[in-house]
Structures are given as structure tokens and as C-alpha cells.
């Protein structure tokens, strides 16, 4: 079974999409396993609505351990199955709270095992502020990472916020060359084409 | 920093952001150029061959087996949960604090260092060293001091092993005494850090027992107790001869009887305390220092009188 992880900076929205992807390919409720190297792991069942709630804030460095679902893709008359792991927001720096850390440290360990890489950027952010105050020096580096990838596209999210067209384009400068698919995490926009990305790479 | 230590373990460089010496762009950088350069497979290697060598060092060490085979276990245990945790399966957190019961100079404080560097290979620790206190390094005169003290001490063991011996004398002297503050203070801390600490209470089995039996919430917080048997005779003969071989002495026949009647007598009377390396240790070098009366009235002394011990150099009393 391949696996997809979602990165990138905190509060860009990979958590948001990792549930309302899963809602978009079916599912009515969606079995977490979150696991960290020091709690171990554990296994949790939560209605689509309900892990928005609690696994979705604004508030930075929400996301603190890996959080993976098995999820399926339509396959001719079958499907195919993969695991999507939602992964601790990356950030420049060195964070100066030890659990942020950890949890930084296991998306890095995690990265290498799997096949297919999407990387979310948050657009609105974007347009709204400088690159050097918007893009991460972290980004350019999971970009550089994700060369060596062949299944690696950025997510250009938050589409739905106004204004957002002068992000996108920002995107696409700094990024030469990167396969772009611009989406909202929210509004479910742009998954088809998330999905057939994944599908192509499965 | 990052660029100058060339680290090319990944599980190395996730240690360094996990606590806080370099930053994710650092890291992903240096992944970068590790896997560009070496490939994945070979790094992989180099990791299990260290750990394998750390193994052996373990395995040499005389006696011990049932310790030697109890820390593998863990080891194991720890390997497994780390892979399971990789697969996402259902997994409890692994605690690895430890009591090690035994005579003093049964090796603990030996066994307590491997494990820091089998540790540190398989990335639970970071830096794995171990700091080795007792009593008075803890507990303070003055009240307040004590957790101060302790934590000073618990700092310095972060990344690494807290090995505290003869712990059960923190409880010496009842609810009053500061030895209470220091297990708090240090219970406080392993629950705060969770992670990247090793804390081993070490010392006499007795006494160690009543200890966990008076402080009751110790004994989760310390589920692997690992026991260290007195060394047998012949292992404690095994010991001394490494010993001078370490230091390019041999024994010649009659020293070699000798020696090993020496250490039968003595356990045999179960003297206190002989079950122990320690006492071996005194007694060598009380020899090397006998063939060194025997042999400076000799004008000249060839390379083989030179390293050999004699029977006479071996003094029949031993203090343990
Ligand atoms: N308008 C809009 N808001 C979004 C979108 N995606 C995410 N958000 C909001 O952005 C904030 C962060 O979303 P999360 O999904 O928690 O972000 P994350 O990347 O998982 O963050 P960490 O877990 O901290 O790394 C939340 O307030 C979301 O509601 C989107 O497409 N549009
Ligand atoms: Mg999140």
C-alpha cells in the first residue's frame, strides 16, 4: 500500500484536507491512527464533522504526532487502497517548545517512507504578505526534497479566501516547474485534480 | 553547527531537530545530500552495524547472562515498538526506566553505559552518555536546595542516563529528609521530559526492594528491573585475568592456582561484599605493585619477567 504525506507550515490546511479529501472519496467518518515515538500509537474512529472540530484550529503547531487513515480510490471496477498521513506543521528556526520539536523531528522521519508527497501552501498568506514573510525557508527545502520525488505537487490552498489570485502566481514563480494544483481545503475545490495526481502515482 | 558535524544518519539528524540543535531546513538539507551520497541502503547498515558492535560489547563483558540476555530483550522490545509505531499499529509508549538490583561491583554501572550508547544508536537518546550520582550528589542541607540540586543533575543527564546509586538511601531518614524532595523533583522531571531520559535507581537488592516498597508510585514509573548476580569464582578468576591482560601482565601457572584458590576461599566464606569486581580489582593491582618490589632489585629484567605475575606476588589477604 502506498503512502501519501501531506506537508508543510503550520496552519497551512493539510489537516483540513487530509479529513475533507477522505470525505470527498466517501467516507462518513474517518479512523485516525495517531502514533508518536514516545506515546506510541493509537486508533480512533471520528465523524467527518467532529475530527474537523477537534483536529482543525488556527491556532499554529496544532497537528503534534502523525495522523493516517487508509483511504480508497475508485480503480476501474475495484479500488485501490492507500494511507494518507497527516503530519506536525514544519516551520523555520528552531521552535522553542520540545513537543512542537518531536513532532517536526518524526514528520521528517516519516517523509522517507513514503511515495507520494503533497506539499500545502497556504495562497491566501501568500497574497497577502511577502514571500520572505510567507513562504518558508522549510518550503523551498521540501520542494528541493520533493525533486527527488516523482510523486510530489503542491497544493496551492485557501483559493476560496478573496484576492487569492496574486498568491497562486507567486506560487508558481518560486516553485518553477512544480506540478501546482491549486485547491481549497475548505470548499473541497480543485480535489479531482488532487485525486487523479495520486491515482497516476498509486 | 549542523554543516560541521556531517552527520549522514537520518535517524541522527531527526535527533537534532527533536532537540533543537538544528532546524527543519538544516535537516532536510542534510537528508538531501546523505541520500544523494550514500544512498539509503548504506546508511541503513552502518546503523544496525554499530548497534551490533555495542551487541558485542555486551556479550564480551564476563558473566551477566541473564542481564546480558534481559537487555537484548529490551532492546528488541524497543526496536519492535519503534517499527510498529512506523506502521501505525497499536502500540503502548515504552518506559524505560530501570532498577538494577546487585551487590555493588556487579557490573551496573558497566551495563548502564552500554545501554546509553545502544540507546543513542537506536535513537531514544540523543546523547548517551550516563551521569552517575549518589545520595549526596541529590540532597541538599538546606530546604529548597534539594530540588535545585536535582534537577542540576537531571539536566545533566538529559539526552542520556541518570544513574543513581544506592537510591534507596533517598528514603533513608523518613518523610522529613530532603532524599523525598530529590525522588519528587526527579519523578516530576521524567514525566515532564518523558522522553530523552533514562533514570536507573541502583543498588542492594534488599534494600532496593523496601525502597519501592515504602514509595509505591515508583514502581510503574520504573517497570524493568533487571537483577545483577554475584560474579561465581571462576567468573570473578575470568575478570582478574582480563584485567592484567589489559595491562600487558600475564600469570604464570603456580599464580594462575593460586589466584583462583585465592577467590574460591573467599566466596566459599561468603565474605560480604566478595561478589564483586571490585575487590578482584584491588587485589591486582595490589599484585602489580608486589612483582614491582620483586623485580627493581634486579639489575636488568627481560619482557616476559617483565609482565609476568608470580605466585609470591599475590598476597593471600584480600579486603573486599
Ligand atoms: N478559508 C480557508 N481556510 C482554511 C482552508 N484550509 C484550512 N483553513 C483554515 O486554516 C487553519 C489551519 O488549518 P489546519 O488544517 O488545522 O492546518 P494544519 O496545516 O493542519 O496546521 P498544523 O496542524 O498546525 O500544522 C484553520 O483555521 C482552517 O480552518 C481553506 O481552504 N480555506
Ligand atoms: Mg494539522
Given at each position: 500500500m502506498k503512502r501519501v504525506i501531506i506537508l508543510g507550515q503550520t496552519n497551512a490546511g493539510k489537516t483540513l484536507f487530509t479529513i475533507n479529501f477522505a470525505a470527498y472519496l466517501g467516507v462518513q467518518s474517518i479512523t485516525f491512527t495517531f502514533s508518536d515515538k514516545q506515546r506510541g500509537s493509537y486508533t480512533r474512529t471520528i465523524?467527518?464533522?467532529?475530527?474537523?472540530?477537534?483536529?482543525?484550529?488556527?491556532?499554529?503547531?496544532?497537528?503534534?504526532?502523525?495522523q493516517s487513515a487508509v483511504l480508497q480510490i475508485p480503480w476501474g471496477k475495484a479500488a485501490k487502497r492507500f494511507e494518507i498521513l497527516d503530519t506536525a506543521g514544519l516551520s523555520d528556526g528552531i521552535h522553542s517548545d520540545e513537543t512542537v520539536r518531536r513532532g517536526m523531528a518524526y514528520t521528517l522521519a516519516t517523509v522517507r517512507?513514503?511515495?507520494?508527497?503533497?506539499?500545502?501552501?497556504?495562497?491566501?498568506?501568500?497574497?497577502?504578505?511577502?514571500?520572505?514573510?510567507?513562504?518558508?525557508?522549510?518550503?523551498?527545502?521540501?520542494?528541493?526534497?520533493?525533486?527527488?520525488?516523482?510523486g510530489y505537487a503542491i497544493l496551492a490552498n485557501k483559493i476560496d479566501v478573496p484576492h487569492v489570485k496574486e498568491g497562486l502566481d507567486k506560487i508558481c514563480e518560486e516553485f518553477p516547474g512544480h506540478f501546482v494544483i491549486p485547491i481549497s481545503a475548505l470548499l473541497k475545490l480543485g480535489f479531482k485534480e488532487v485525486r487523479d495526481f495520486v491515482k497516476r502515482h498509486l | 553547527m549542523a554543516n560541521e558535524l556531517h552527520v549522514n544518519e537520518p535517524e541522527r539528524i531527526y535527533g537534532l531537530v527533536e532537540h533543537g540543535e538544528i532546524s527543519v531546513s538544516e535537516a532536510l538539507s542534510m537528508i538531501r545530500k546523505s541520500t544523494n551520497q550514500f544512498g539509503k541502503a548504506e546508511v541503513e547498515i552502518s546503523k544496525e552495524e554499530r548497534i551490533a558492535k555495542i551487541q558485542r560489547e555486551l556479550t564480551k563483558l564476563i558473566g551477566l547472562d541473564s542481564v546480558k540476555s534481559l537487555v537484548l530483550e529490551i532492546q528488541a522490545f524497543v526496536e519492535i515498538t519503534q517499527r510498529r509505531i512506523s506502521a501505525r499499529l497499536a502500540s503502548d509508549p515504552v518506559v524505560l526506566h530501570m532498577?538494577?538490583?546487585?551487590?555493588?561491583?556487579?557490573?551496573?554501572?558497566?551495563?548502564?553505559?552500554?545501554?546509553?550508547?545502544?540507546?543513542?544508536?537506536?535513537g531514544v537518546l540523543s546523547k548517551g552518555h550516563s551521569v552517575e550520582v549518589e545520595r549526596a550528589d541529590l540532597v541538599a542541607e538546606y530546604i529548597g536546595q534539594t530540588a535545585q540540586r536535582t534537577r542540576e543533575q537531571l539536566r545533566k543527564a538529559a539526552g542520556g542516563i541518570l544513574f543513581?546509586?544506592?537510591?534507596?538511601?533517598?528514603?533513608?531518614?523518613?518523610?522529613?529528609?530532603?532524599?523525598?524532595?530529590?525522588?519528587?523533583?526527579?519523578?516530576?522531571?521524567?514525566?515532564?521530559?518523558?522522553?530523552?531520559?533514562?533514570?536507573?535507581?541502583?543498588?542492594?537488592?534488599?534494600?532496593?526492594?523496601?525502597?519501592?516498597?515504602?514509595?509505591?508510585?515508583?514502581?510503574?514509573?520504573?517497570?524493568?528491573?533487571?537483577?545483577?548476580?554475584?560474579?561465581?569464582?571462576?567468573?570473578?578468576?575470568?575478570?582478574?585475568e582480563e584485567m592484567l591482560e589489559q595491562r600487558d601482565y600475564q600469570l604464570n601457572k603456580a599464580a594462575r592456582r593460586k589466584l583462583f584458590r585465592i577467590i574460591e576461599d573467599v566466596r566459599k566464606k561468603e565474605q560480604v561484599n566478595f561478589g564483586n569486581a571490585r575487590a578482584i580489582r584491588n587485589l591486582i593491582e595490589k599484585s602489580i605493585r608486589q612483582q614491582a618490589v620483586r623485580l627493581v632489585s634486579k639489575k636488568t629484567t627481560s619482557r616476559t619477567q617483565l609482565m609476568e605475575i608470580s605466585d609470591d606476588d599475590i598476597q593471600e589477604v584480600v579486603d573486599a
Open positions: 465523524e467527518i464533522q467532529d475530527a474537523i472540530e477537534l483536529l482543525v484550529s488556527d491556532r499554529a503547531h496544532h497537528t503534534r504526532s502523525i517512507e513514503a511515495e507520494i508527497i503533497l506539499h500545502v501552501l497556504d495562497s491566501a498568506l501568500i497574497a497577502k504578505k511577502n514571500v520572505l514573510h510567507s513562504i518558508g525557508e522549510v518550503d523551498y527545502q521540501v520542494a528541493q526534497f520533493g525533486q527527488l520525488h516523482t | 532498577i538494577f538490583k546487585g551487590n555493588p561491583g556487579t557490573g551496573k554501572t558497566t551495563v548502564a553505559r552500554i545501554i546509553g550508547k545502544l540507546f543513542l544508536e537506536m543513581i546509586d544506592e537510591a534507596y538511601s533517598l528514603a533513608r531518614g523518613g518523610e522529613k529528609d530532603f532524599g523525598k524532595e530529590a525522588i519528587d523533583t526527579m519523578v516530576k522531571t521524567m514525566e515532564d521530559q518523558r522522553s530523552d531520559l533514562i533514570v536507573i535507581l541502583a543498588g542492594y537488592s534488599e534494600p532496593m526492594e523496601e525502597f519501592l516498597e515504602t514509595n509505591p508510585g515508583l514502581k510503574s514509573r520504573f517497570p524493568i528491573t533487571i537483577e545483577f548476580p554475584d560474579y561465581s569464582a571462576f567468573e570473578l578468576f575470568k575478570i582478574a
